[in-house]
């Protein structure tokens, strides 16, 4: 298939973009440079590459960085512990802890107990909370946040739009339909969440301007869940079956890609879309953490 490029949101291009105004910013700041650690607990492979890449692309931007391996026994409480001395420390602005945490640890409480001003993936409740009432100065979480940040870099009006999120998860869904919806330039849409258990699902996403896709499941937006002209958002990051890829599999996302880009106005490729805006957000998000605690 002869696939129209133009159509396709270039993530990485706009994540590139978001580093050079944060690398030139924070260059300009008097004084020591904003700082995250990120926590990680055990050898999941995943969270090891996840979290060494995070801390790159925050050393690459004049940010200070740690990566801190904690063991796999690790109980809640010391885990909650380790949070807190990072929630004291003067010198930390950003904490993020990598998800999955080993069973037996509760995310929520973990998650809780970091020092709202410095929960850079905006998991924290308190945060939740303030994202429902509107507070400019709190953090979303990163996926969604930078969803946003795409939407308005490619200049994608969200104003009066009918906006259809499949998934309601806390970490995508949920936040995505709560940001579209505020009484702000990059929200003011109109918002329908779908989840497993909506009826009539294509008859939903077929009104949908824009389209957000957070299932976690392959092809399945398919053609005839679109309507001709929309905005196609896909978040899903699934692994296939590929015997000629090198490792054996691809990524991909929750849209039956070929058979939905004849139809789009954009959409976003898997991998290259959403993906790199979540970690650009995670930058965007420790140098709005530094500035607000060093503001007061
Ligand atoms: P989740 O499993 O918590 O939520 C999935 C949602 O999809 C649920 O709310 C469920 O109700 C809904 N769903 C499942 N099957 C459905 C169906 N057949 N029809 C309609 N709705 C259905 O997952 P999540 O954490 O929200 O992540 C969703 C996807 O996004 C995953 O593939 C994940 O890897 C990916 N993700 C990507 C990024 C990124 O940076 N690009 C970040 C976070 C998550």
């Known amino acids: 298939m002869d696939l129209d490029t133009s159509k396709l949101?270039?993530?990485?291009r706009v994540a590139e973009s978001i580093y050079e105004e944060l690398r030139a910013e924070i260059a300009e700041l008097s004084g020591r440079a904003p700082r995250v650690v990120f926590i990680r607990v055990g050898e999941d492979p995943a969270s090891r590459f996840y979290v060494s890449k995070k801390k790159k692309i925050a050393l690459s931007i004049g940010a200070e960085s740690d990566i801190v391996i904690l063991p796999e026994t690790i109980t809640e409480e010391e885990l909650i512990v380790k949070v807190k001395e990072f929630n004291k420390d003067d010198g930390t602005d950003g904490i993020l802890v990598q998800a999955p945490l080993p069973k037996g640890i509760s995310e929520a409480n973990v998650f809780n107990s970091i020092d709202p001003k410095k929960d850079v993936d905006g998991f924290n409740v308190l945060n939740s909370g303030l994202l429902v009432q509107e507070d400019l100065e709190s953090f979303a979480p990163c996926t969604p946040q930078g969803i946003l940040e795409?939407?308005?870099?490619?200049k994608i009006e969200t104003t009066g739009k009918h906006v259809v999120v499949i998934g309601r998860s806390l970490i995508v869904g949920k936040p995505m339909a709560l940001l579209l919806a505020r009484k702000h330039p990059q929200g003011n849409a109109t918002v329908t969440i779908c989840h497993s258990r909506s009826e009539n699902l294509p008859e939903i996403t077929k009104q949908a301007d824009i389209l957000v896709s957070a299932i976690g499941r392959p092809a399945t937006v398919t053609a005839d869940m679109v309507k001709e002209g929309a905005v196609v958002?896909?978040?899903?990051?699934?692994?296939?079956?590929?015997?000629e890829a090198k490792k054996g599999y691809r990524i991909v996302g929750d849209v039956d890609f070929e058979a939905v880009v004849p139809l789009v106005s954009k959409i976003t490729p898997v991998p290259g879309g959403v993906g790199p805006m979540t970690v650009a957000t995670l930058m965007q998000n420790t140098l709005k953490a530094y500035k607000l605690r060093h503001s007061r």
């Open 9 to 12: 949101i270039d993530g990485n």
């Open 150 to 154: 795409l939407l308005k870099r490619e």
């Open 233 to 243: 958002i896909d978040v899903g990051i699934n692994r296939v079956d590929d015997p």
